[in-house]
């Protein structure tokens, strides 16, 4: 089975899930209206069960619709941010263009490091403070049992310094984490389930 291109975490991801909630969207109005039309030749007039079977087949294209809408409102993360970052990134854990949703606001964070219990992020589109969004990642990643020092950096310049020093200093940086991994994750590297549970919460 081949796997996704561009998926959720990677850079390019946003533009490539444009077009695949896009084409989803349309498929799944596609169906109902093709069943209304069918129930329409076959029997004459829209009165009829296939009519019925139309309208409810509209509501997962309705929740398509709401999802493909908040994706094409994100603009995707610069190329020569990604390039810049990737380069000095290294053999670091890393997520891309991910849209975190508080119950204030939503952030775009174009990258995501995890190190240890580092958790540093760059985001290009912060208005003010990071302090709200830096609180959500902590308190999500500490339901799912991970305790982080999360810290987001509007500043380019600024975070791929930070970069730079959590990839020389990586191996000192996860040598005191104690983790004790639950039932079923045993064989997965911690920094990997970290990235897991952080493009789940992710749109």
């Given at each position: ?8 975490g990677s850079y ?15 498929l799944l109005f ?117 305790a982080l020092q ?54």
């Amino acid at each position: 089975m081949s796997k996704k291109k561009n998926p959720k975490g990677s850079y390019g991801y946003v533009k490539a899930e444009r077009k695949r909630r896009l084409l989803l969207t349309l498929l799944l109005f596609a169906i109902p209206l093709l069943i209304f039309f069918s129930g329409l030749i076959y029997n004459g007039t829209r009165n009829n069960i296939l009519t019925v079977v139309a309208i409810l087949g509209c509501l997962p294209a309705c929740k398509s619709t709401v999802g493909m809408i908040m994706i094409w409102m994100v603009k995707p993360m610069k190329e020569e941010d990604y390039r810049a970052i990737s380069s000095r990134a290294g053999e670091l854990t890393m997520a891309y263009e991910l849209l975190f949703t508080t119950y204030e606001k939503n952030t775009f964070v174009d990258a995501l490091a995890i190190c240890g219990n580092q958790l540093v992020g760059y985001s290009s589109r912060l208005e003010k403070g990071s302090r709200e969004i830096e609180k959500h990642l902590a308190n999500m990643m500490r339901n799912e049992g991970f305790a982080l020092q999360v810290k987001i950096i509007p500043k380019l310049d600024v975070y791929l310094e930070r970069l730079a020093f959590l990839e020389e200093n990586q191996e000192a940086l996860r040598a005191g984490v104690r983790y004790s991994p639950k039932e079923g994750e045993e064989g997965i590297p911690r920094e990997e389930l970290i990235r897991g549970h952080l493009l789940a919460i992710a749109l």
